[in-house]
């Protein structure tokens, strides 16, 4: 149970803004996503789930079946509108991964800001690739996450490779803005929760 003091001043330092959680797979971002919006009362968006919609072009399709994040300028166009939904007006977001890519980080920040949702941090889940391989062949175990396309061993590696190659930057880049915050993502569920409102908190005050 968390002090409600705490949560409380972490929902008042946010307000309307926004939270972006980035971890390689399986590091927990959609559990913690979840919770956090759960805690202050936010909502949760995944730019994945967005684009994994049976409306989606073809081209984006196998991008995402491939394992491979799919070029900015489509995910632009058709993720970052999302942010600005009447629906979303006032709410605090919890973002899972928006802008995976260097280089999307400045039409992240300005949807964000045109929508009234400016970025307060950006969470760090850390594990590494054997860990996340380790996870994935346990997943079923906590039957949280439903059978995906993308989730077979073969698009894993694309994806640690993608991580590396194309996301790793963009935790950087959050570093140098001073809105990162690391967070161990090998403890247990509990244990990175509490990791992480300790360290909004210290951000709030």
């Known amino acids: 149970m968390h002090d409600q003091t705490k949560i409380d001043a972490i929902k008042a330092w946010v307000g309307s803004g926004s939270i972006n959680i980035f971890g390689r797979p399986f590091a927990g971002k959609d559990n913690q996503g979840k919770r956090l919006a759960n805690l202050l009362d936010g909502v949760l968006i995944g730019g994945g789930e967005i ?10 399709k196998e991008h995402m079946i ?16 999302y942010l600005s939904q009447p629906h979303l007006d006032g709410k605090t977001l919890i973002l899972s991964a928006v802008g995976r890519w260097h280089g999307e980080e400045p039409g992240v920040a300005d ?60 935790i950087d880049y959050y570093r140098d803005k001073g809105l990162l915050i690391e967070i ?12 992480i409102i300790e360290a909004l908190y210290k951000l709030s005050v």
């Open 51 to 60: 684009l994994r919609g049976d409306t989606m072009p073809a081209h984006i």
């Open 66 to 81: 491939n394992g491979h994040l799919i070029p900015s300028d489509d995910y632009a166009e058709i993720v970052l509108p």
């Open 111 to 170: 949807a964000l800001e045109k929508s009234n949702h400016q970025l307060k941090a950006a969470i760090y889940l850390h594990i590494t690739n054997d860990d996340s391989y380790n996870r994935w062949l346990v997943r079923s175990t906590f039957n949280d996450r439903p059978e995906r396309h993308d989730d077979s061993e073969e698009v894993l590696r694309t994806r640690f490779g993608e991580f590396e190659k194309k996301t790793m930057p963009v």
């Open 184 to 195: 161990d993502g090998t403890r247990t569920r509990d244990e990175v929760n509490d990791d």
